[in-house]
């Protein structure tokens, strides 16, 4: 059974990395065609994905986040990251970690709010 698990902190401050982990288990993230993603809903508004990283170690970003965006990842810890940098308030959301390949699965989401 795959599951996947976000954690970090629910609150951080205007200006700073907001850094999330995805904890993977079921699956080995390196396993063929898997791809590894972020995606995040803001209040009252719609899912907004963010960037992946697959299973050969490529990433790709949201042209609108690209430039404050990095995911990587520690196939020793079955994890993948996203570091969010200079955040304002619009990037207060939940945030969940997708894993897809033939069929998908969801992290729970975790709340962030950005505010000072």
């Known amino acids: 059974q795959v599951q996947l698990q976000e954690s970090g902190p629910g609150l951080v401050k205007p200006s700073q990395t907001l850094s999330l982990t995805c904890t993977v288990s079921?699956?080995?993230?390196?396993?063929?065609?898997?791809?590894w993603s972020w995606i995040r809903q803001p209040p009252g508004k719609g899912l907004e994905w963010i960037g992946y990283?697959?299973?050969?170690?490529?990433?790709y970003y949201s042209p609108s986040l690209k430039s404050r965006t990095s995911i990587s990842r520690d196939t020793s810890k079955n994890q993948f990251t996203l570091q969010l940098s200079s955040v304002t308030p619009e990037d207060t959301a939940v945030y969940y970690c997708?894993?897809?390949?033939?069929?998908?699965?969801w992290g729970q989401g975790t709340q962030v709010t950005v505010s000072s």
């Open positions: 990283i697959n299973y050969s170690g490529s990433t």
């Open positions: 997708w894993g897809s390949s033939f069929d998908d699965y």
């Open positions: 079921g699956v080995s993230i390196t396993i063929n065609y898997y791809y």
